[in-house]
């Protein structure tokens, strides 16, 4: 069964960090673009960042820019959201997707497959 798990969410004060991680089973993310997403309540789900097949091309949402750092290690199967400097409006839920022969995206409609989410509270 093709599943993308996420986890390292949690609460935390406003200027800390947390890394999260979006692990893949039953298929092989050498061939998938994986992109974070995020989704608060009452609003859309945006596009967080990205990370190419290769890890040579990265994409950030404005937002995050220079705050948040994606990574991925091919060998454990799983790619990392490093978020630092958070902000209470970073609150929300993060999913990570994976995206077949893809290059990185951070529109949704090209992902082949979800997880079903981590909770990211900031908050004092």
């Known amino acids: 069964q093709l599943q993308l798990v996420e986890s390292g969410g949690g609460l935390v004060q406003p200027g800390g960090s947390l890394r999260l991680s979006c692990a893949a089973s039953?298929?092989?993310?050498?061939?998938?673009?994986i992109g974070w997403f995020r989704q608060a309540p009452g609003k859309e789900r945006e596009g967080v960042s990205c990370?190419?097949?290769?890890?040579?091309?990265?994409f950030y949402a404005n937002s995050v820019k220079g705050r948040f750092t994606i990574s991925r290690d091919n060998a454990k199967n799983t790619v990392y959201l490093q978020m630092n400097s958070l902000k209470p409006e970073d609150t929300a839920v993060y999913y990570c997707?994976?995206?077949?022969?893809?290059?990185?995206?951070?529109?949704?409609?090209?992902?082949?497959?979800w997880g079903r989410g981590t909770q990211v509270t900031v908050s004092s």
């Open positions: 039953g298929f092989n993310l050498d061939y998938f673009a």
């Open positions: 990370i190419s097949r290769s890890e040579s091309s990265t």
């Open positions: 997707a994976a995206d077949y022969m893809g290059r990185g995206d951070l529109g949704p409609n090209v992902y082949d497959y």
